[in-house]
């Protein structure tokens, strides 16, 4: 039996959800599930009952962000508005999948709500707070915005080795469906170039937005598998949530790029690019939906002494 995926509609915006959702929903059957939209304005006892026929979770991207006063800060003024319907309906896909160990896969603003829920913070605007050299938001048009350096070890990096093969036929029912979105095939710029000292594998400060010196500049670091990804936004993670482990970082300016929950058992992953643009074009990208599919398939339910009291 195929998996069951449920996503949100991606905004209370309708014009941005008919341009945005048909990639996630193409990539998802691609891979072999089966999407269940969950309306925003749903009543909550109908939306928890769509939930008990899902295997999985995908939290797609926004336009708008997460509210600031959800991890103790005020917004500033280049925070952008906060949709608080979305909230609303993530939370309770979360406390789900939580609850029952279902596999949750969010991309960008999902990726952010996911952390905030687990008790995270954002850093809120990238140009005005960490002046990173990096553009983290050129377009949609650009497949390879800038590299990602993934940690060794984690779930992301055997996902990343793994890779996934698309076949032709595939390929052309996605491109089609894509197509249906007004989209076009996206543009694939040379990757900027690396400094030779970036190594990846430092935090962001929770205090200033800046990689933190909390290893030694001395320090022996392993080499991190590097890929090129795209990229749409202009708030990233600061602090990692409870029991979320950085995956991946943007090597020039440790920005963090990926996080998963660090638990062998619930598979948990966000990352901060949209795979859902280049599932034809990127071996990364297929991995990632094939990996959560294959989750989702996996999945079965907890026993509810099992999910009384759930702390991962």
């Not at 960008?108 to 938001?137: A, K, Y």
């Not at 595939?170 to 694939?188: D, E, M, N, V």
């Amino acid at each position: 039996m195929s998996a069951r995926i449920a996503i949100p509609e991606p905004s209370s915006d309708t014009e941005y959800n008919q341009a945005s959702l048909s990639p996630y929903i193409a990539s998802l059957h691609s891979a072999g599930a089966v999407t269940i939209v969950v309306p925003l304005h749903e009543r909550p006892d109908r939306i928890a009952k769509l939930l008990s026929t899902t295997h999985g979770v995908l939290l797609p991207g926004s336009r708008f962000d997460a509210d600031p006063q959800r991890y103790g800060e005020a917004p500033i003024p280049a925070c952008n508005p906060a949709d608080p319907a979305r909230t609303a309906v993530d939370e309770l896909l979360l406390q789900d999948a939580f609850n029952l160990h279902k596999p949750v896969f969010g991309i960008c603003q999902g990726m952010q709500n996911l952390n905030v829920w687990r008790n995270g913070s954002l850093i809120q605007d990238l140009p005005s707070i960490l002046h990173t050299p990096v553009n983290h938001s050129p377009g949609r048009g650009v497949a390879e915005a800038h590299p990602v350096a993934i940690t060794p070890g984690t779930r992301l990096a055997a996902i990343a080795a793994s890779g996934a093969d698309i076949p032709g036929a595939t390929r052309a029912l996605f491109r089609a469906i894509a197509s249906l979105a007004g989209k076009t095939p996206p543009a694939k710029p040379a990757p900027p170039a690396i400094s030779s000292n970036a190594s990846g594998t430092r935090p962001v400060s929770p205090a200033t937005g800046s990689p933190s010196s909390a290893i030694p500049s001395g320090a022996k670091r392993v080499p991190l598998d590097e890929k090129s990804v795209n990229s749409s936004h202009h708030q990233a993670v600061r602090i990692p949530g409870d029991n979320l482990r950085v995956a991946a970082v943007s090597p020039q300016d440790n920005v963090v790029e990926a996080v998963e929950l660090a638990s062998p058992d619930h598979w948990v992953i966000g990352v901060q690019w949209h795979p859902e643009r280049t599932y034809t074009t990127s071996p990364l990208s297929r991995a990632l939906f094939a990996a959560f599919v294959r989750a989702a398939e996996a999945w079965q339910p907890r026993r509810i002494e099992e999910s009384v009291s759930v702390t991962s």
